[in-house]
């Protein structure tokens, strides 16, 4: 079942991914070292969740992440990679990143062209902003976990 382990909160240092994000598909995500990936529920679903994040001691922002094998680009090893719905001035490679993942919304899927793989990530984006709308989400919002 999907929505086994949620929510699931997750920490860890912003790590260098493939540079794929921001240059292909104009969606920078923030990747997970694999000491994080290794320690994943063995059984968690892979795909697209919606949930919260938190840079260092900022603020709590919604955002979609990607858990699994990127099947576009057919990646070796598993990646966890999520892209925070707010503009940041730079990069935070370095920082803590703490995610609550709040719920599932698709599995991982392959496309004819970037352009699928875009769209079908604006349409993620689109739904986690209605979904994390709704009371449920907001209590993970605002879990001890994201305040200090
Ligand atoms: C919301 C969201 C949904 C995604 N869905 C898919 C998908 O269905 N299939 C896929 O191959 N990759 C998917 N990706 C992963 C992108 O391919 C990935 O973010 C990109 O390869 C960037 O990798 P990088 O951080 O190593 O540069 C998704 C990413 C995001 C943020
Ligand atoms: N809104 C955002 N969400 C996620 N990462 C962001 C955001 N804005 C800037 N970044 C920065 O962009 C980096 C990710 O860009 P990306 O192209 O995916 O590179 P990489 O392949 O190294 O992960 C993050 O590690 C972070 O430092
Ligand atoms: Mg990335």
Known sequence: MST????????GEVAKGFGRGSKDLGCP????PLEVVQ????DLE???YYGWAQVD???TYKMVANIGWCP???????????HILHKFDKDFYGSQL???????LRGEKNFNSLEELINEIK????????????????NIKNDKYFVY
């Open 72 to 82: 576009f680009y057919q990646n070796k090893q598993m990646s966890v990679e999520t």
């Open 98 to 104: 703490k995610i609550g993942l709040v719920g599932y």
């Open 4 to 11: 086994k382990h949620l929510p699931l909160f997750l920490e």
């Open 57 to 59: 001691k900022g603020d």
């Open 123 to 138: 349409q993620d984006i689109s739904n986690a902003e209605k979904l994390l709308e709704q009371p449920d989400a907001q």
């Open 39 to 42: 320690s994943l529920p063995k």
């Open 46 to 48: 892979p795909g697209v």
């Open 29 to 32: 995500t923030a990747n997970y």
